[in-house]
């Protein structure tokens, strides 16, 4: 089954200049990790991959990659892996003058394969990673201002949460320090681990790894104690379109968001 987008065009669009009032953002390339394969979404999504699942006649990725021209990102890096001729094709035709790398998984690598090789295309000491499947709309001054404050090896943007059970808890110490990861259950209220981080690249390099690998298991959950990781909360917009439920809130939602500053 064919989905077809609504006829709209984005030619030629350009970062936004440097605002000489933040000359601390260092912050200007990321990654997006879009190489998953939905399955969850196969009933409401058969033959696209997620990041292309229509939101209001437009693929989820134009809000991702909109939200963060406009904080400021100059370079995408895109992670793709399954139906990725279809992610490359669309960019390439509507952001022609979108500054972008591709990275293709021939196999599946887990999100740490994946970022492990997107980090090998990254030019700067540090790059925000994002998932392609979800749209969190921090403010990156913010989370780069708490990155370079603390030295920071990850840092990790937390989303409050209340009665939940889909995500699992993300504690930590007073001066936001990475104290424990907490199982997936029933929640009445904690911080959730909103996919959104910034990467200190110098030191992801120097460890060894293999190449498949999960970012959030086989990387924070293992090395947040031995290295310096920390959450930084912005109770700002949130949406998963993991499974058909969110991806049905999306459509309701996200039509009337602004593409350009947080909530």
Not at 206 to 221: A, G, H, I, N, T
Request: with cysteine; glycine share 8%; proline share 6%.
């Amino acid at each position: 089954m064919a989905i077809l987008f609504a006829s709209w065009q984005k030619k030629d669009i350009l970062p936004p200049p440097p605002d000489p009032a933040h000359p601390h953002m260092e912050i200007k390339e990321a990654i997006i990790l879009a190489g998953g394969l939905g399955t969850r979404l196969r009933s409401v999504l058969p033959d696209l991959p997620k990041c292309m699942a229509p939101v209001n006649g437009k693929p989820f990725l134009t809000y991702i990659i909109d939200y963060y021209l406009n904080q400021g990102i100059e370079k995408f890096i895109f992670s793709l892996g399954y139906k990725h001729e279809v992610v490359t094709a669309w960019i390439k035709e509507q952001y022609p003058a979108l500054v972008a790398q591709f990275v293709i998984e021939k196999e599946p690598l887990g999100t740490g394969g994946a970022v492990q090789l997107a980090v090998e295309k990254v030019s700067t000491k540090d790059v925000l990673i994002v998932n392609g499947d979800t749209l969190f709309k921090v403010s990156l001054e913010k989370l780069a201002l708490f990155h370079k404050k603390m030295g920071s090896a990850c840092t990790l943007s937390l989303k409050p949460m209340t009665n939940f059970d889909r995500y699992g808890v993300v504690e930590t110490e007073d001066d936001g320090r990475i104290k424990s990861f907490k199982e997936k259950k029933q929640y009445a209220e904690g911080l959730i681990n909103g996919g959104v981080y910034i990467l200190n690249t110098g030191r992801f390099r120097q460890q060894k790894r293999p190449s498949v690998f999960s970012f959030e298991k086989d990387y924070l959950e293992i090395f947040f104690s031995a290295m310096p990781m920390y959450g930084c909360v912005q109770d700002c917009y949130f949406i998963d379109i993991g499974i058909p439920e969110d991806f049905e809130r999306a459509q309701r939602e996200m039509g009337n968001l602004d593409s350009g500053a947080p909530d």
